[in-house]
């Protein structure tokens, strides 16, 4: 990802979100003198991979360009419970007025990024990518893939525009496999072409075609293996569908490239962490 495009869509995250909450004001911290100065810090309540410092960052660089954020630990970093991660000093009110959006991306971001680190352990030593989807919290794609970088796995195509997918509706749209690479071919020719493919007929002709990729989709292990003897290295073989931490290493053990779950980013659980005003 280009980092102006990941710039923009982070500034636009932040302002929407303090859009949401702030609203036409934050009414509580008004009750708070101006020139009151705080100091605060962030500290981690479970074990977790930190990340989303830009966004925490950005929150309140937006509401006060006084507030000083000065980081203990940076993305990526393996955190543990007590940990102090950063101390936040400024002026009271627009610290009280950020702490919640920015809790919320650190959180969010950090739970997607530890999932990921999860999963990227689970295959450790093997030749194969563990792959996101678009299975993503709308308005964050852009974060959430960041994050699942960040946690050591890598993306699948951005959004529709820029990877070309065929899965069963538009295959019976064509009529066969063959027609829908073609027209994709005509349509397209400088993005990958992918087929889902269900079984080792559709594998076949799915190869045949000149498909870029095949998406297995809910292909045992047995099968799995079958399908990376048919192909032999003339396309890219993706497993998807039915994968957890429990059965990972296995599936990856087949010889396949590319792994792609949805529980990266769509199952995530929250991180624990604490802002702590200093009396």
């Not at 008004?30 to 830009?54: H, T």
Request: hydrophobic share 45%; proline share 3%.
């Amino acid at each position: 990802m280009l980092l102006e495009v990941l710039d923009e869509a982070l500034l636009h995250s932040v302002r929407e979100a303090l859009s949401e909450d702030i609203g036409s004001g934050d009414i509580t911290a008004a009750l708070i003198p101006g020139d009151e100065q705080a100091s605060a810090s962030v500290v981690c309540r479970e074990a977790a991979v930190l990340c989303g410092m830009a966004w925490f960052n950005a929150v309140f660089a937006e509401l006060d360009t006084d507030i000083l954020v000065t980081w203990a630990a940076k993305d990526g970093d393996a955190i543990q419970p007590g940990q102090v991660l950063c101390t936040l000093t400024g002026p009271a009110a627009p610290i009280l007025t950020g702490e919640r959006t920015a809790l919320n991306f650190l959180q969010t971001l950090s739970g997607t990024a530890t999932r990921a680190r999860r999963y990227a352990d689970a295959v450790s030593g093997l030749p194969v990518r563990i792959l996101d989807t678009r299975k993503t919290i709308p308005g964050l794609r852009q974060a959430q893939k960041y994050a699942v970088r960040t946690g050591g796995c890598h993306n699948h195509r951005m959004g529709l525009y820029d990877g070309i997918l065929i899965k069963e509706n538009h295959i019976a749209s064509a009529g066969s496999i063959s027609a829908a690479v073609e027209d994709a071919r005509q349509a397209s020719r400088d993005v990958p072409v992918e087929v889902e493919v269900e079984n080792a007929d559709q594998v076949a002709e799915a190869v045949q075609s000149g498909a870029d990729i095949l998406l297995l989709d809910n292909f045992t292990p047995a099968a799995l293996v079958a399908a990376v003897e048919t192909v032999n290295g003339r396309a890219k073989l993706e497993a998807s569908g039915g994968i957890t931490l429990d059965n990972i290493r296995e599936i990856a053990a087949t010889g396949v490239d590319f792994i792609s779950i949805g529980d990266l980013t769509k199952d995530l659980q929250a991180i624990d962490l604490s802002m702590i005003f200093s009396s």
